[in-house]
């Protein structure tokens, strides 16, 4: 058994926490001594990891009490700050990548693309966004995308791998790779991996019909264009060899 003051050296959290976490009843000590003296146990010190991960993502003390109210068992509530952890982690990394972009772009007096500035935006966010684009897309072409079960992080991933493929893009046009290039076949190959195994089954051919799409949308043309001059020309032509040769 350990008394409060080696249980708050053990943590790095006060004592004064641990007195308020029994009196409000969501810690309470496994034993209490004659003399008063308040002593935990392996499972009080299982139960206080458990509130200390709930915190660390930033948990009221009421919704932990809740959680541990429900007397799920300590596997089940591990894996699950697991992965809530993992997304916080994956959040913070595309936040932080955002910020180092931003301070890219201070350095040298650049202006920042209004997009990238934004990287990691939070679900309602993404609704308002998607609703801008629809209204674009139902004005132009009679089409719309989902946006009831949007999924944050499966956006904020698709948004992150297909600035990454068309910096890739733009640095193999700046440098000169021929459209027949092998670099230039497997950027494409890994692109078109990805959007069948996380957003729609697509071959050569709809990849071809896609970026001859950014050629004839002016929208969308411009703004590969302003990231790169000759872009949606090089993307066009470089799908178009990828098809001749798949």
């Known amino acids: 058994m350990m008394t409060v003051k080696q249980v708050a050296d053990l943590t790095g959290i006060t004592i004064k926490t641990l ?3 029994h009196k409000i009843g969501l810690l309470e000590p496994g034993e209490m001594t004659d ?3 308040r002593l935990y146990g392996k499972k009080e010190l299982e139960k206080l990891q458990h509130i200390l991960f709930y915190r660390e993502l930033d948990f009221s003390l009421e919704a932990i009490q ?4 429900e007397k799920k068992s300590r596997h089940y509530m591990l894996v699950d700050q697991k992965k809530l952890i993992e997304d916080k982690k994956e959040r913070m990394n595309l936040i932080l990548s955002t910020i180092n972009e931003t301070i890219y772009f201070e350095e040298r007096g650049e202006v920042m ?5 934004f990287k990691g935006l939070n679900q309602a966010q993404w609704k308002k966004q998607l609703k801008e684009q629809n209204a674009y897309l139902r004005e132009n072409y009679q089409y719309e995308i989902p946006v009831d ?3 944050e992080e499966e956006l904020n991933e698709s948004a992150r791998e297909s ?3 068309m910096d890739k893009m733009g640095f193999a046009l700046k440098k000169g790779w021929a459209v027949n290039d092998e670099r230039v076949k ?3 190959s890994e692109h078109i991996s990805y959007i069948n195994d996380n957003i729609i089954k697509l071959d050569s051919q709809g990849f071809v019909e896609s970026t001859w799409f950014f050629i004839t949308d002016e929208f969308h043309k411009n703004m590969l264009e302003e990231q790169q001059t000759g872009l949606t020309y090089y993307l066009y032509a470089a799908s178009v060899n990828y098809a001749k040769q798949s």
């Open 113 to 117: 693309n209004n997009q990238n500035m």
């Open 66 to 69: 809740q959680i541990l109210y």
């Open 35 to 37: 003399a008063g003296y």
């Open 19 to 21: 007195y308020h976490y």
């Open 163 to 165: 600035k990454e493929f």
């Open 186 to 188: 497997q950027l494409i």
């Open 149 to 151: 079960n949007v999924e």
